[in-house]
């Protein structure tokens, strides 16, 4: 049972009491001390990773599941389930399969198993949404226990990336499309039982290749409401949420003596793009324009609390692809005079009133992207852009976005920009909707051409010389204004120790945390 509470939580207009609350039956009782209790927003729609793409059944599946290879703080590739790998040419490519490594049924992973788990992902023993990431794959072969090759079709220089840890798994040979249900992987985690919109637990793998980890037992309770949330932190009969919490809230939070929060730089960036091909926007001069006419550090620190991190591109901070601080990129600084000066050029001129253009913003009615479209509306207005705001509920704005029935729209990119391949599904000229996300509509020969060379190049130190290119480009042409990145942040009782967010949001900390 849980008394009375009071949470103040702090808005844009400043203090807003969310009442005394009573939550009795939505609270979870502790099963024991042994438990670690995490709170998510919903059920994982499938804890196949080949199959579930929500960020549940990734961050959970990752748990039960190895992948070929894992991604490091900076998206490099380092081995997991291949200890090492190279590419004879552009469309050859060797796995070499770690020895030791046993599935939770102690069967022994070779590699049959991993030939399987790529072709699974392309030759309809499953459906998947994720099957085009391995489009380029013709077919494996295994030449011993150890040794898998992969031969392409055509050159795909994020093959590999695609078979990093939440993205893809090492699945028994044979697994198929139910073995979600009772998913048997080579984890840290084992999986004990998932029961729809209540919980998902696992067990602790005492033999893990990697070293078993401290936290005997871990429960994914699912709370779909962002108070209940709170108050079972604060009551206690939670241990912790990983970005299911408001940034109102974790500010609260953050006074609670029994609580930590940690946070981390996310992946998740958040992005307004402008249709190339509209009367107005088809001049890169006013998307310029509207670009420092925005305040991106002052909308963060008011609608997010500072818990983000300002963005240049869509790769996530510090990847290895994306520029550094003496890159000569063109970057947008708030400066409305420089805004004004590009619209004057562009040819609109003030009226009376101080209104150089007219331009319209779609969001969806989420409270976030309607707080943020009505500061954007505010702070463009200094520079003469009138700003009209259309908000819709998240179907017909999807739909209007991908119809390209838009000036410009704001949205977030999840998970998918954490490759520089991200440029060819949101930049390449053959990439608009329904093929790929260039719902602006924007075209450049030269943008193209770097695609094709990046895909093409396994050298990585040639392909962040290329993507490199493409992003001083991008930034100049401006069909996106990238926003910021949300942080990644960590609600935690007292009792758990060692928890590091992972910048794409996962639960990797479980592996290594440890509980008083």
């Not at 991993?114 to 072709?119: E, G, H, P, R, T």
């Not at 010389?465 to 009782?493: C, F, G, M, R």
Request: with cysteine.
């Amino acid at each position: 049972m849980i008394d009375r509470q009071r949470i103040v939580f702090r808005s844009l207009r400043g203090v807003v009491l969310l009442g005394s609350l009573v939550a009795l039956s939505a609270c979870h009782e502790r099963p024991d001390r042994d438990t670690v209790v995490i709170d998510i927003e919903s059920s994982p729609t499938n804890l196949d990773i080949r199959i579930g793409s929500d960020a549940q059944a990734e961050h959970i599946g990752s748990l039960l599941f190895d992948s070929i290879v894992r991604k490091d703080e900076h998206y490099n590739l380092q081995p997991a389930i291949a200890d090492a790998w190279e590419w004879r040419d552009p469309l050859t490519l060797v796995l070499h399969i770690r020895d030791g490594v046993h599935f939770h049924d102690g069967k022994l992973l070779d590699a049959d198993d991993v030939a399987w788990s790529i072709d699974s992902m392309h030759n309809g023993a499953i459906t998947t949404s994720k099957s085009g990431n391995f489009a380029s794959v013709d077919h494996t072969e295994v030449t011993d226990a150890h040794t898998c090759i992969v031969h392409l079709k055509k050159p795909d220089a994020s093959l590999l990336f695609n078979m990093s840890d939440e993205l893809s798994a090492v699945v028994e040979k044979g697994a198929g499309k139910t073995m979600g249900e009772h998913p048997i992987g080579s984890g840290p985690f084992r999986f004990v039982s998932e029961e729809q919109d209540k919980d998902v637990v696992l067990e602790r793998n005492p033999d893990y290749w990697g070293g078993a980890p401290s936290i005997p037992r871990v429960r994914f309770a699912i709370v779909p409401d962002s108070i209940t949330r709170a108050l079972e932190l604060q009551k206690g009969s939670a241990d912790a949420t990983s970005n299911a919490l408001t940034g109102d809230t974790v500010a609260v939070m953050a006074n609670d003596p029994n609580l930590v929060v940690e946070s981390k730089p996310g992946s998740i960036v958040n992005y307004m793009t402008f249709n190339a091909t509209d009367s107005l926007l088809k001049d890169k001069r006013v998307r310029q324009a509207f670009a420092y006419a925005v305040d991106r550090p002052a909308i963060t620190k008011a609608l997010l609390h500072g818990q983000a991190e300002v963005q240049d591109t869509l790769l996530p901070l510090g990847h290895w692809a994306a520029p550094v601080a003496n890159d000569p990129i063109t970057r947008y600084t708030h400066d409305v005079t420089k805004a004004k000066a590009l619209l004057e050029s562009a040819g609109f001129h003030a009226d009376a009133k101080g209104v150089r253009i007219h331009l319209t913003l779609k969001s969806s009615t989420d409270d976030t992207m309607r707080l943020l479209a009505a500061i954007v509306q505010q702070q463009v207005r200094e520079a003469g852009i009138d700003l009209t705001l259309r908000q819709n509920e998240f179907g017909t704005f999807y739909s209007d976005v991908t119809k390209g029935a838009f000036q410009i729209y704001v949205l977030r990119w999840v998970g998918s920009n954490e490759d520089p391949d991200i440029f060819r599904y949101a930049y390449s000229s053959v990439m608009m909707p329904p093929k790929g996300s260039n719902r602006g509509h924007y075209t450049n020969a030269q943008v193209d051409a770097l695609i094709a060379q990046g895909a093409g190049e396994v050298d990585q130190t040639k392909r962040r010389e290329t993507y490199l290119k493409l992003q001083l480009i991008l930034a100049d042409d401006e069909p996106t204004l990238v926003l910021w990145s949300p942080d990644n942040v960590v609600v935690h009782s007292k009792r758990l120790h060692g928890v590091v967010p992972a910048s794409a949001g996962s639960f990797g900390w479980l592996r290594t945390a440890t509980l008083q």
